[in-house]
């Protein structure tokens, strides 16, 4: 399925967050060697960090598709991505 860069960006904005849930699950719960987390612990841990995995994959099978489909770099249509979700372009009215 060919997406626009629009829905790229969200795409890649939706693995961001997953992925910034992750690291405040990780920073929140210690580290599980040195304190056993809880079994609710362990689970939350584990879906939060499988959510990030499945959308980490899906935007960068998706700039896969976009860059063949638009005959681009791979790469250019990744850190353009990237920098929009991340570094987006103030408003103008």
Not at 2 to 12: K, S
Not at 34 to 48: D, H, I
Not at 71 to 91: G, L
């Amino acid at each position: 399925m060919a997406h626009t860069c629009d829905e790229l960006v969200e795409m890649q904005r939706a693995a961001d967050d997953a992925h910034a849930q992750v690291l405040k699950l990780r920073e929140e719960y210690g580290p599980p060697t040195a304190q056993p987390w809880s079994e609710q612990q362990t689970q939350t841990y584990e879906t939060a960090w499988r959510a990030w995995r499945d959308l980490a994959r899906d935007v960068q099978a998706a700039i896969t598709d976009h860059a063949e489909a638009e005959e681009k770099s791979r790469y250019d249509v990744e850190a353009a991505v990237k920098k929009a979700a991340r570094h987006p372009e103030p408003e103008t009215d």
